[in-house]
Structure formats: structure tokens, C-alpha cells
């Protein structure tokens, strides 16, 4: 069900969904552990946000100071600029402002700055944030925010899952570290997985099935939505634990993996079949086939990724055309895509497989 909520508000262009506090406290906190300087003196940057709601706001605004912040910057889109539309009430926090404007709050982005004591207690937090509207809308793309981007250290928000391809390209564009929510799908974007292939961009720390926030204030749960970073953590360095084949072959949780007497090689690819992350074994140096979910495990010591197996993206690879007889036992079955033979003699293609091989 989570994942057809994710899918169902792709199609939608439904991109109103805020970060739970609790989540995005625990992937920064991950970042802190490993290099507790990572914000010091630093401008941060939370574009695509609704600063009067979101929690990456409050959560930055509250730890300006632990964090020893330079800047902080958040900006929203114009209600009216959404293509999702929802029935719209300006908060108290802005109509109580004596340049509250009724027609700019419609069709004019936000922005929010925090980098001084303004109340004058001696302290830098939440309460000292200044607001005024933007010149334009807040769509991330446009010159006003791209010149924000520019002037910015780091880049941190949960952005639109409709325009989550070209909020990468765009940040690829800065040169910017940055901390971004997205759809775990995402890595088979040919915008997306050059850059986890050739580590400019990993995978972050709390990955998985989350629930977000409507704007009524209901949580909804997404499916396979994962953190992406190009700032380093802890976990990313720690190598996984392996099995041999032969203790895979016998004591693996993969039930389809214990039945059989080795693993499946691909019919298509000198490469073997692994079904998770946890059944790698420790004694083969090969090629193998892992599922998208091995990213949230990847070690880049450990391991070098040599491509991915979806769309026609495996014709660059060297995958073979299958046989066109073959079409008629599975549909599915496409040129530039894994497939093996089962021991009944049906052609199986598993889910999205990324290629993998021990580092030499």
C-alpha cells in the first residue's frame, strides 16, 4: 500500500508531504556523529520548503547555534504556482506582519532568513527569523533561487517528487553538498545512476517505508523513500558481513535461495542471481546481480558497482538479446534486461538488478 501511495502521488503531482522532526533529527545527527564540524560556518539552504510548516526549518532554526551555523535559508513556493491545488489560508505568522499582502501570498514565494539575534535575548533561534515575500513564485529553477543556491554552503529539503530528476541535475549543477529526500526508485533514473555508480552522490542513513505529514495534519505512509547525499557518514564506510556461498546455500532467510544446490547464473550475462544484500557471498569474486535495496548497504571499499540492468540500459553492458521464442513463455522479457531459466525451463526476470563485483 505505501508504495502505491508513493506511485499514486507521483502521478498526482501531489508534492505535499512534510518530514516528520524525528526523521530528519536522526539522518543530520548521522552526519554530525561522523564529522562534527559539518555545518560550522556554514550557509544552509532549504529550498522547496513551506517554512510556516515544515519541520527542516524548525529543526536548523532550532540548532543554529549547536551546529555553529553562518546562515540560514529557507524559501517556499507561491501557493498558486503548485499544481497539486489545495484550498489555501495564510497563517497568523504572516497575515499578523504589517507588509502582510493578501494577493503576494497567493502568487508570491517566501523567504526566510535566520543569521542574528533579533529579539535580543542572546540567543539565535527559531524566534529571531526574518520573512519577506520573494520577487517570484519559489520554483527552485528560477534565477531568484538559483542565485541563493549559488551563495549557499549546503543544501538540505524533502523536494518535489515530480521534479526530483531535475532538482538533482540542478543541485549537480551548483557544485553544493546537500542532504535530499527522494523516491528510492529514483536509481534507475539515467540522471541518477551515474552519479551513485561513480560516487558523487550515496545513499544516506535512514532509508525505508517513512510517513510524512499532510497538510491536514495526518501522517501518510510512503513506500521506499530513501535519504541522498553527497556528504559522508559512518555507515558508508562499514562493510558488510558475508557468508559463504555454500552457508547461503544452506541457512539463507531467502527461502528460493536455500531450495537450490547453487546460485542461478543469468542466461544473458556472466553474472549470478543474489536476491538481497545479506545473501552475497564471501567467496565468489565475480559479477553479480543485486537488488536497488543494496545501495542502502554499499560500501564503496568493499565493492565497485559496474552498471545497472534496467530499460536498455544493459545493451551497453554487453547483456545478450534473448531468444524471441522465449517471448512466448514471458512477456516480460526485454533486450537489455536479466533474465534466467528456472528449473522448469520458464525464462524469470527479476526486479531491477544492479551489477556488482567484490573490489579486485
Not at 239 to 247: E, K, N, T, V
Request: charged share 30%; glycine share 6%; proline share 6%.
Amino acid at each position: 500500500m505505501a508504495n502505491t501511495n508513493l506511485a499514486n502521488a507521483k502521478t498526482a503531482k501531489n508534492d505535499e508531504f512534510y518530514t516528520q522532526y524525528a526523521d530528519i533529527q536522526k539522518e543530520i545527527n548521522a552526519y554530525l556523529e561522523y564529522n562534527p564540524d559539518v555545518f560550522r560556518g556554514k550557509t544552509v539552504l532549504l529550498p522547496c520548503d513551506d517554512p510556516e510548516w515544515s519541520n527542516f526549518t524548525k529543526f536548523f532554526a532550532q540548532n543554529f547555534e549547536l551546529f555553529g551555523l553562518k546562515k540560514l535559508i529557507s524559501t517556499s513556493y507561491a501557493p498558486e504556482s503548485k499544481k497539486y491545488k489545495m484550498p489555501y489560508q495564510p497563517t497568523l505568522f504572516e497575515t499578523s506582519q504589517p507588509y502582510f499582502d493578501n494577493d503576494k501570498s497567493k502568487t508570491h514565494g517566501k523567504i526566510f532568513v535566520l543569521e542574528r539575534d533579533v529579539t535580543g535575548d542572546n540567543r539565535v533561534n527559531i524566534d529571531d527569523l526574518q520573512w519577506q515575500y520573494l520577487e517570484g513564485d519559489g520554483d527552485f529553477r528560477s534565477k531568484e533561487i538559483c542565485k541563493l543556491r549559488d551563495e549557499s554552503d549546503i543544501i538540505v529539503t524533502n523536494p518535489p517528487f515530480s521534479l526530483f530528476r531535475e532538482f538533482v541535475v540542478w543541485l549537480m549543477e551548483s557544485n553544493k553538498r546537500f542532504v535530499i529526500i527522494g523516491n528510492m526508485n529514483a536509481v534507475t533514473y539515467k540522471e541518477i545512476f551515474p552519479l551513485l555508480k561513480n560516487n558523487e552522490i550515496w545513499f544516506g542513513v535512514n532509508n525505508g517505508a517513512k510517513k510524512y505529514i499532510k497538510p491536514d495534519g495526518s501522517l501518510f505512509n510512503m513506500g521506499n523513500t530513501c535519504w541522498y547525499s553527497n556528504i559522508d557518514h559512518g555507515r558508508r564506510h562499514k562493510p558488510l558481513q558475508l557468508m559463504s556461498m555454500s552457508a547461503n546455500l544452506k541457512h539463507s532467510k531467502h527461502e528460493d535461495l536455500r531450495m537450490r544446490k547453487q546460485y542461478v547464473k543469468y542466461a544473458n550475462f556472466d553474472a549470478i542471481d543474489v536476491p538481497g544484500y545479506d545473501a552475497i557471498p564471501s567467496d565468489y569474486d565475480g559479477i553479480m546481480g543485486v537488488p536497488k535495496s543494496f545501495l542502502d548497504k554499499y560500501c564503496p571499499e568493499q565493492f565497485e558497482i559496474i552498471g545497472i540492468a534496467e530499460g536498455d540500459s544493459g545493451k551497453e553492458l554487453g547483456l545478450k538479446p534473448y531468444p524471441r521464442e522465449l517471448k512466448k513463455l514471458n512477456p516480460s522479457l526485454r533486450d537489455g534486461q536479466l533474465y534466467y531459466i528456472d528449473e522448469n525451463g520458464y525464462p524469470v526476470k527479476p526486479f531491477a538488478r544492479i551489477l556488482i563485483r567484490k573490489k579486485q
